[in-house]
C-alpha cells in the first residue's frame, strides 16, 4: 500500500500512527510533494540531525506552517536562530531554567497548585487541563514579568490563533486576528515597561536591559519572545499531565502502584509525553544537500522531524505502543534534543510532577472520566485538551 502523508492531511491526525509505522518499516525519508519538503519517522534519524550544528537551520522556522505556508522569515527569538546567536540570546533567560534554579520553585509551585485545587474541592470534579493551565500560566506569568491577567488574555488569543477549521490549512482568519489582538496587547506591555522597568530577574527585565553584540532588543523582538514563552511554557504540560492521568487510568493496577508509590509520578510522567506527545512535529531547512537512506535532500528543502512518530519507533522501544509504567528509556525525543532542546523541560518535568502529587494526595480516590475526554488535533499540537476526573467532595 503506497503511503500518502501530509502534516495537514486531517485524516490522519485522530490516528497516524498506521503510516508513521509504514513510513518507519519503508520510506523513513518521506518526500512531500506537494510541499517540496521531506520528512523523517524515525528516532535515530532525528535524533542524529537534531545533534547537527551546520546542515539544517532554524533561522527559517521550525513549525509545519512557518516552514511550508508561510515564506516570510520568522521573528528573531532564539527559537529561530543558529549559532552563536542562538547560545547568546538563548542565555539571557537561560540560568533560570537550570536544574538548581528551578528545584527552588518546588514549594511555590505546590502551593500555587493547592490553592488552584481549594474551589474544586467540594465540587467532587474538576477539569485536569483546565486546573494544570491555570498553575503553569501563573509560574510562566512570573518568570516573564507578567500579571496573571495579562497572561491569562494572551491565552487566549493564542487558544484562538491555534484553532483549526476543517478544510483550512494552518491558521484561520479568525486566528490571524487573534494574533494581531496578542500584538497590540503585548506591545502596550512593552511600552509600559519601557517607561518603568520591569521587576529585576524577570525575563522583560533581562531583555530590555541587556545587548548581544552590542545590540538591544527590539520591542518586537522583545514582543515575539514573550508570545513563544507563552505558548510553550502553559501549551504542553495541561496536555501532558492529562495525558498522564488518562494512560494510568487504562490499568488498574497502574493507578494502584501510583497511588501507593507516589514516587513513580515522573516515569508515569515521562511515558506519557514518549506515547503521547504533545508537539507531535517540528522540523528545520537544509542550508546544505544531505543524503539519507539514499534520499537526496537539496538545499532549501524543508524538513519535518515526526517527533511522535519517532517516540513509538520500534528501532527504539519495546512495544512501543504500550504505556509502560516502568520503562526506562535510554534516550528521548519528548523535550526535544541537541542545541533546541526545550528550554523549560526541567521546570516541566517539575510542574507535573509536583501538580500530580497534589491530586492524588488532595483528591484520594479519584476516577479518570475516559468517555468524556476531548482532544485536539492539529499538524503541530495534538492531545487531550479537555479531561475531567470526579471525586467524594470534601466536607
Not at 86 to 103: C, E, F, Q, S, W
Not at 186 to 201: D, L, T
Not at 268 to 290: C, H, K, M, W, Y
Not at 329 to 349: E, I, N, V, W
Request: charged share 25%; with cysteine; net charge negative.
Amino acid at each position: 500500500m503506497s503511503i500518502a502523508y501530509s502534516p495537514f492531511n486531517e485524516s490522519l491526525w485522530k490516528d497516524p500512527w498506521p503510516t508513521y509505522k509504514q513510513m518507519r518499516a519503508s520510506d523513513p525519508v518521506y518526500y512531500i510533494e506537494e510541499f517540496d519538503a521531506w520528512a523523517l519517522s524515525r528516532f535515530e534519524d532525528i535524533w542524529q540531525v537534531s545533534m547537527e550544528k551546520t546542515r539544517f537551520t532554524a533561522t527559517q522556522g521550525t513549525s509545519p506552517e512557518a516552514l511550508l505556508l508561510d515564506p516570510t522569515t520568522p521573528p528573531k527569538t532564539f527559537l529561530f536562530m543558529d549559532p552563536p546567536q542562538h547560545r547568546k540570546h538563548r542565555n539571557l533567560i537561560g540560568d533560570r531554567y537550570t536544574p538548581a534554579a528551578v528545584a527552588t520553585l518546588e514549594d511555590e509551585i505546590r502551593e500555587t497548585t493547592r490553592q488552584a485545587l481549594q474551589p474544586h474541592l467540594r465540587q467532587g470534579s474538576l477539569n485536569v487541563n483546565a486546573l494544570v493551565s491555570s498553575v503553569a500560566l501563573q509560574t510562566i506569568a512570573n518568570y516573564i514579568g507578567l500579571e496573571f491577567d495579562e497572561i491569562t488574555y494572551i491565552r487566549q488569543m493564542i487558544d484562538e490563533y491555534y484553532t483549526r477549521e476543517p478544510g483550512h490549512k494552518g491558521t484561520t482568519d479568525s486566528g490571524v486576528r487573534a494574533f494581531e489582538h496578542a500584538s497590540a496587547f503585548i506591545h502596550q506591555i512593552i511600552a509600559k515597561y519601557r517607561a518603568r522597568p520591569a521587576a529585576q530577574g524577570s525575563h522583560i527585565h533581562a531583555w530590555m536591559q541587556s545587548a548581544i553584540d552590542d545590540a538591544q532588543m527590539t520591542d518586537d523582538e522583545i514582543f515575539f519572545s514573550i508570545f513563544a514563552l507563552v505558548i510553550t511554557g502553559s501549551d504542553t504540560l495541561p496536555l501532558t499531565v492529562a495525558a498522564t492521568l488518562y494512560y494510568l487510568s487504562l490499568e488498574d493496577s497502574n493507578m494502584r502502584a501510583v497511588r501507593a508509590d507516589n514516587t513513580l509520578i515522573p516515569n508515569a510522567f515521562a511515558e506519557a509525553a514518549r506515547i503521547d506527545q504533545p508537539t507531535n512535529i517540528l522540523g528545520r531547512v537544509l542550508s546544505e544537500d544531505v543524503e539519507m537512506h539514499g534520499k537526496k535532500m537539496k538545499q532549501g528543502q524543508p524538513v519535518l522531524f515526526l517527533y511522535a512518530s519517532a517516540n513509538r519507533d520500534e528501532r527504539e522501544f519495546e512495544d512501543p505502543e504500550q504505556f509502560q509504567l516502568y520503562r526506562k528509556s535510554r534516550r528521548s525525543l519528548s523535550f526535544g534534543a541537541g542545541q533546541h532542546f526545550c528550554l523549560g523541560q526541567h521546570l516541566a518535568r517539575l510542574e507535573g510532577r509536583v501538580i500530580l502529587e497534589e491530586l492524588f494526595t488532595q483528591l484520594g480516590d479519584f476516577e479518570v472520566q475516559r468517555d468524556q475526554s476531548e482532544r485536539i488535533f492539529g499538524e503541530f499540537l495534538q492531545g487531550f485538551c479537555y479531561l475531567p476526573v470526579t471525586f467524594n467532595p470534601l466536607p
